[in-house]
């Protein structure tokens, strides 16, 4: 009795060496209403079928870019900079002027992210 209940997925619902079996299977797996739809209604129906995934993917996929390419690119450019005192704000030029005088040309910064 047991044997009765049980389910190969595996296996055919029907002979498929035979016509009748081959077209049971075709209309089983395939949904005739499709052919009377437009382009327009299967493209939404598409596209509801994976809409959930898109914002926990696209959140996912900016975290593997962030942990992976922010310290790939802050290895492969270089963060210490200069400047010529001549092209800093007037503030801040005025301030490292009276503190040092003209002997200092160029100060040097870290870029940081």
């Not at 997925?9 to 089983?28: E, P, Y």
Request: hydrophobic share 45%; with cysteine; charged share 20%.
């Amino acid at each position: 009795m047991e044997s009765d209940l049980t389910f190969d997925i595996d296996a055919q619902r029907w002979d498929q060496s035979t016509f009748m079996g081959r077209l049971k299977h075709f209309f089983n797996i395939t949904d005739c209403r499709t052919a009377l739809l437009p382009d327009s209604k299967l493209d939404e129906a598409k596209a509801l079928r994976i809409t959930f995934l898109h914002g926990p993917i696209q959140v996912m996929m900016v975290g593997v870019f962030l942990v992976f390419m922010v310290p790939a690119a802050c290895s492969l450019f270089p963060q210490r900079c200069s400047m010529a005192v001549s092209k800093l704000e007037p503030e801040l030029r005025d301030s490292i002027i009276s503190q040092y005088g003209d002997s200092i040309k160029q100060v040097y910064f870290n870029k940081g992210l």
